[in-house]
């Protein structure tokens, strides 16, 4: 296996060229800073600070804990892209929130060749921006999309590590040790004691506006710890493994979850300049997150549970949009076939009956709870608040549509089994 994946010098080159890119777009948001007399900042698309200028005695509570903390909050992102920024093409105003400390700011799409590279916001809190004024911080978002652009991992670069990532969670052994070598040379820490991957799934996943946000939000996260996170593009959606010494799984979830919410606004529809329209519809991104594992030879066995994770949260109600593996429960080992073998076929034939059956819905209620509760009528009765004759009359009716008996271990399991693949593989999914 050739993974591609850059050498040290390769990299070194990289991060030369994003110094010296990022010095360039400081100089530039300090100059309009300075020409404004206003705070100006540069965000990446899910609003997370990039460059900032100095201060001019108008910043807000929020603009001071994205200094601080190089990070302004979720509740402001949301705020910020539930205005339908992602789909702006010119400059328009976020409006204030005082509740998050958010004074008005003017806030201008930087984009290059149509890609939405990041947001220019410059602190307006009288709304006193002339319109020469705009017209110049436009002006200046275009200069910074060139930067931007110039600053962008070269596709070829982004190929190679789409290819790493797929190698590290391939079931090739000898391809997996390339990989796991490969990652190493590229700066990510191979010997760390614990692996985790999280997989986002999202429809249309091969159009290019999808692609981007995809690409936009993972490497966003990937960002937030970049010597010990890879970010990829992969058939369906994209892939974000993870290392360290210790993983917190409360972090990787809550890493998840941004992920889908940043995804479900860039993709949530377009919207003009005043905000209106906004996300009006569901982006249906959805995440699976893996079990921890015992460092990055392991992943591939996290990148399993994690693609199954995210099939349980399109599939089964209740788990979505970010579900966990070990959440999962009896539809692990389900979610874990390909989707080729994962089929109404697959649905036993007793269940078949069951569920054509013009009393379904009744009798299909009575049967997992049945199933559910071991086969105990007085559990199952109460679960159900039924009477234990009407119990019993639903039982036999049961066994005489699916002709089997319900005493038998074997015919219970064939029916709960059945069931779990009706619910994942049903005319919904």
């Not at 800073?33 to 540069?42: C, K, M, Q």
């Not at 400059?91 to 590279?117: Q, T, Y």
């Not at 994209?238 to 995804?263: K, N, Y």
Request: neutral net charge; glycine residues 12%.
């Amino acid at each position: 296996m050739t993974t591609g994946a850059p050498g040290r010098a390769g990299t070194r080159m990289a991060e030369s060229g994003a110094r010296r890119a990022g010095a360039d777009l400081q100089a530039v948001v300090d100059e309009l800073a300075d020409e404004l007399g206003r705070s100006v900042v540069v965000n990446d698309p899910v609003v997370r600070m990039l460059v900032t200028s100095r201060h001019f005695g108008d910043e807000d509570e929020v603009r001071v804990r994205a200094v601080l903390q190089r990070d302004a909050g979720a509740e402001v992102a949301r705020h910020v892209l539930d205005q339908g920024v992602a789909g702006w093409s010119r400059a328009g105003v976020v409006p204030e929130r005082p509740d998050l400390g958010l004074r008005p700011r003017l806030c201008v799409p930087v984009r290059h060749g149509g890609e939405l590279l990041g947001l220019l916001m410059v602190i307006d809190a009288d709304r006193s921006l002339t319109g020469s004024q705009v017209r110049r911080t436009e002006e200046v978002a275009a200069v910074a999309a060139a930067l931007l652009a110039r600053d962008e991992q070269p596709e070829e670069d982004r190929a190679a590590r789409d290819r790493l990532v797929a190698g590290l969670l391939g079931d090739d052994v000898p391809d997996r040790g390339e990989a796991v070598s490969a990652a190493a040379a590229a700066g990510l820490p191979a010997d760390a004691a614990q692996a985790v991957v999280t997989v986002l799934l999202a429809p249309g996943s091969a159009r290019p506006e999808v692609a981007t946000a995809l690409r936009v939000v993972l490497d966003s996260a990937a960002h937030r710890h970049p010597h010990r996170s890879l970010a990829a593009l992969a058939p369906g959606g994209g892939t974000l493994v993870q290392v360290g010494a210790h993983l917190d799984p409360a972090e990787v979830v809550g890493t998840a979850e941004r992920m889908v919410a940043a995804a479900g606004r860039l993709l949530g529809g377009p919207a003009g300049p005043d905000g209106r329209g906004g996300p009006d519809r569901t982006s249906g991104v959805v995440a699976g997150v893996g079990g921890v594992v015992a460092g990055l030879r392991a992943a591939s066995r996290s990148g399993r549970q994690a693609r199954a994770a995210a099939r349980g949260a399109r599939a089964v109600p209740g788990l979505g949009p970010v579900a966990c593996w070990e959440a999962l429960g009896p539809y692990g080992f389900l979610l874990q076939l390909p989707d080729e073998v994962l089929g109404p076929d697959l649905v036993p034939e007793p269940v078949v009956r069951l569920l054509r059956h013009r009393s379904a819905p009744r009798l299909v209620e009575t049967l997992r709870a049945f199933l559910d509760h071991g086969g105990s009528m007085p559990r199952t009765a109460e679960a159900l608040h039924l009477h234990r004759t009407s119990l019993y009359y639903r039982l036999e009716r049961i066994a005489e549509i699916t002709g089997l008996d319900l005493q038998d271990g074997g015919n219970r399991l064939l029916l709960h089994t059945g069931l779990l693949v009706a619910e994942l593989t049903g005319p919904d999914r």
